[in-house]
């Protein structure tokens, strides 16, 4: 989750850019860099480390100029160091990029048989060679730049600024968020109006796929196609609220949003995209050695190890038990000589979890702990620390902490698969593919959010949910009646679709919604016959599928949402996000404070 920030000022705008740089720490980074236009040239600084490396070298060499635009990196492609912190020049260009570049290993590939050489490991760099080449071949800065992202598959956000001209700052969104803001004679550009606060609060937030062309003057906005279009301008209240809902009603509708620039920041925390393989990242246990493998956790980070519990089973081989923490904190459970445990808390506070590890400490398991808040008690009577890299998220119904959750446990999962050595070098590659191809996939996903709208408002008229998933799907079904019954107070309950003639299908009927999710894999078939028995008893189906699932369906449903093709491994991330919306919809249909519901707190630190 790097940020970003571009201005187009009346002054030197290095300060400014740091300023607003300062304002984006709480996303984490590892190293930082500006880049403004003086005398017609591009110049830059950049340091790894924190901004305070970045603003020592700028008091040694200031960097005058009334344009420039300033990054926070997060690695993903190349270490963490000066040569691959951004921004990055190509020719009369400079780019800074938030995001992955899937198809970053092609293009390299065939600008490198053009003769381009490379200074960096990044996948930025061969945005800011694209444009340099258009521009090469006659085509003028804006065009070239929309050439350029013609090219780019991925999820991210761009800014871009060309040597010769200090009134031109463009801007990309395909994915991440990007916002306009407007000043007097000044423009900006930011991540979000976190960053711009200092600044505006007059502000324009990118639409998914949207590019912007920024001149002191004002901002033009243009669709994929580069058609220009119209993007409504709003105040923004970030300059009272650190963390703000911009253009959102709720700040849970904010956080599911975020979820692929979140997801994706996550994910460069343990893999690298550019080699195809899972991070060296120091664990308190060898994978290779044990025997089994202790998860807890309680409500929505306890679905996301049970969806672990797949993963670590299937790609390890590696037995998993689990249970929610309020349980196994007094059970008694006797624990492996040869095993280890990992606990999962969005607050890293959660009283029953945090007895759990204690539990688990005493019996002397080696423990890591999955969590979003880095100095809370889980992390601090850790082991290890395996850390979402979320942000903060302020709705009680955990959105983008669970989605993190899962990147986390998918890449562990493959990581203890390769120390076991249950996967080769071409299967760990193509799983880092899956798992790279995901920011981009839930922004697909994303999309899906009018018709999910529209469905909610049918699914409100209801008072009783049923939820059906098998394999993977399962943990998401309890995960979606969960999102719906606690912020839109309908009855709702999860089942694997297995289950389903053991009890539940006693309560089919034409009042009750089945929403099945079942992505096309190798137990389709048996979705399929489960959605046959709720048609015959007059269920209303809800299908979350793919385009062959919903092909293959043969069942009429009450609604069908085709999702975007995905690999088995990557599925629950990116089907969870219709899940949260299809939830989060109702409950703005059912006029329920979604943001915090009643009866429930954000950390539960007492039993």
Request: charged share 25%; aromatic share 6%.
């Amino acid at each position: 989750m790097c940020g970003i920030v571009g201005i187009v000022g009346r002054s030197d705008v290095a300060p400014q850019i740091v300023d607003a740089l300062k304002r984006l720490e709480y996303r984490g980074y590892d190293s930082a860099g500006v880049a403004t236009i003086s005398g017609g040239r591009l110049a830059r600084r950049r340091a790894e480390g924190k901004l305070g490396n970045l603003e020592r070298k700028l008091a040694e060499e200031p960097l005058p100029g009334r344009i420039g635009i300033g990054h926070t990196r997060w690695a993903t492609h190349g270490v963490p160091n000066e040569t691959n912190a951004h921004p990055h020049f190509s020719g009369e260009v400079a780019v800074v990029h938030n995001g992955i570049i899937e198809n970053f290993a092609e293009l390299r590939a065939e600008l490198a048989a053009e003769g381009q050489e490379f200074e960096s490991q990044t996948d930025t760099e061969i945005v800011a060679h694209l444009v340099s080449r258009g521009m090469r071949q006659g085509l003028g800065p804006v065009e070239a730049a929309h050439e350029a992202l013609k090219r780019l598959r991925g999820a991210f956000a761009l800014a871009i600024i060309f040597a010769g001209d200090d009134d031109l700052l463009v801007g990309a969104r395909s994915g991440p968020p990007l916002a306009v803001g407007y000043g007097e004679g000044e423009m900006y550009l930011g991540s979000d109006a976190i960053a711009l606060s200092p600044f505006t609060s007059n502000i324009t937030y990118l639409e998914d796929g949207d590019w912007t062309v920024v001149r002191r003057s004002g901002a033009t906005f243009h669709n994929a196609e580069g058609h220009e279009v119209s993007r409504k301008r709003t105040r923004s209240s970030a300059v009272s609220f650190f963390v703000d809902k911009g253009n959102h009603r709720h700040f849970m509708e904010k956080e599911i949003w975020e979820q692929p620039d979140v997801v994706s920041h996550t994910l460069s925390h343990y893999l690298d995209f550019a080699e195809g393989k899972v991070r060296n990242v120091r664990t308190p246990f060898d994978f290779a050695s044990l025997d089994r493998l202790t998860i807890s956790a309680c409500g929505t980070a306890y679905l996301a190890g049970l969806v672990g519990k797949y993963w670590f089973e299937r790609l390890a081989k590696l037995p998993v038990d689990i249970d929610v923490a309020s349980e196994f904190r007094y059970r008694e459970a006797p624990l492996s000589k040869n095993g280890a445990a990992i606990f999962i808390s969005q607050s890293g506070e959660t009283a029953d979890t945090l007895a759990s590890l204690r539990y688990c400490r005493a019996a002397g398991s080696p423990i890591g702990a999955i969590v979003n808040v880095g100095d809370s008690t889980i992390a601090r009577e850790a082991d290890m620390v395996f850390p979402t890299l979320a942000g903060p998220e302020i709705g009680v119904a955990s959105t983008k902490a669970f989605t993190c959750q899962l990147a986390v446990m998918a890449s562990l999962a493959l990581m203890a698969a390769r120390a076991r050595g249950t996967v080769d070098t071409e299967a760990e590659r193509e799983f880092v593919r899956q798992l790279a191809e995901t920011p981009r996939l839930m922004s697909e996903a994303l999309k899906l959010e009018g018709p999910i709208e529209k469905l909610s408002h049918r699914l409100s008229k209801y008072r009783h949910v049923l939820y059906l998933g098998r394999d993977t799907s399962f943990p998401l079904a309890l995960e979606g009646a969960l999102k719906l019954k606690e912020i839109s107070y309908i009855h709702a309950e999860g089942y694997a679709s297995g289950e389903l003639k053991h009890g539940p299908i006693a309560l089919i009927d034409e009042t009750m919604p089945v929403i099945v999710i079942a992505p096309h894999d190798r137990i389709f078939e048996k979705s399929v016959s489960n959605m046959q028995e709720v048609a015959a008893r007059g269920g209303k189906i809800v299908l979350i599928t793919d385009r062959k699932g919903a092909e293959a369906a043969t069942v009429e449903t009450m609604d069908t949402l085709v999702m975007p093709d995905a690999g088995d491994l990557v599925a629950p991330i990116i089907y969870a996000v219709p899940v949260q919306l299809l939830a989060y919809h109702t409950a703005v249909f059912m006029g329920t404070d979604v943001d915090q519901p009643r009866n429930l707190a954000k950390s539960v630190t007492v039993e």
